[in-house]
């Protein structure tokens, strides 16, 4: 096995890098998992080429080089772009454009799961009722301190305050962890 040589590895790198960089800071943003680099180098490599596609003709124009122009364009603007999709994400400013221009795009969330509770984050509060497997019903307040797991293999929840059934807070010291193997069924109420 030959080692790749020092040119063929900045290659690699510069094909990948602010596909990788746009979409590891759009992930913070957005539910789910950022695909290792194995199982993502292709779509890395499609983020990058449209990404250059536009910006390489900009940076010509701009005549800019040197360590800022590798920094820049390479690290800085895919930072950038990165948090601006995701922001945009959140408050659901593409879906917005697309549905005023009659187009309809898929869903970024890879479940519902994960779709409900990342609107219940944008939210202040979000009341809660989880069905337990042995039919127990677990009323609660889904605030800042609240967790919901977005690993696709455990879907655990932390509920920062527990309620009555009249959503009534009962417990202002401890919240409740539940494992995903015990919920059943799970309930979101908004808070109007």
């Given at each position: 096995?030959d ?6 590895v ?7 890098a ?6 590891a ?5 957005v539910?789910?998992r950022l ?7 292709i ?9 250059y596609?536009?910006?390489v003709?900009i940076f010509?124009?701009?005549d800019?080089?040197g ?8 690290f800085?603007?895919?930072v ?10 959140q408050?659901?400013l ?13 869903h ?20 809660i ?13 889904m605030g800042g301190?609240s967790?919901?797991s ?10 920062q ?8 807070l ?8 539940i494992?995903?193997s ?11």
């Open positions: 096995m080692l790749p040589k020092a040119d063929e900045y290659f690699a790198i510069a094909a990948m602010p596909g990788f960089v746009i979409l800071l759009r992930s913070q943003f539910a789910g695909p290792a680099i194995k199982e993502g180098a779509f890395y490599v499609m983020i990058s080429v449209l990404y596609s536009i910006v003709p010509s124009m701009i800019i080089s360590p800022l122009y590798h920094l820049t364009l390479y800085f603007l895919p950038v772009i990165g948090v601006v999709l995701g922001v945009s994400y408050h659901q593409v879906r917005t454009l697309a549905r005023r221009m009659g187009l309809n795009i898929i970024p969330a890879p479940s519902g799961w994960d779709l409900m509770f990342a609107q219940t984050r944008t939210r202040p509060w979000t009341w009722i989880v069905t337990t497997r042995d039919n127990e019903r677990i009323h609660g307040l301190k967790f919901a977005s690993a696709g293999t455990d879907r655990d929840l932390f509920i305050r527990l309620a009555d059934p009249d959503f009534n009962v417990d202002r010291e401890h919240g409740l962890w494992r995903a015990d919920i059943k069924f799970v309930e979101v109420i908004p808070d109007e």
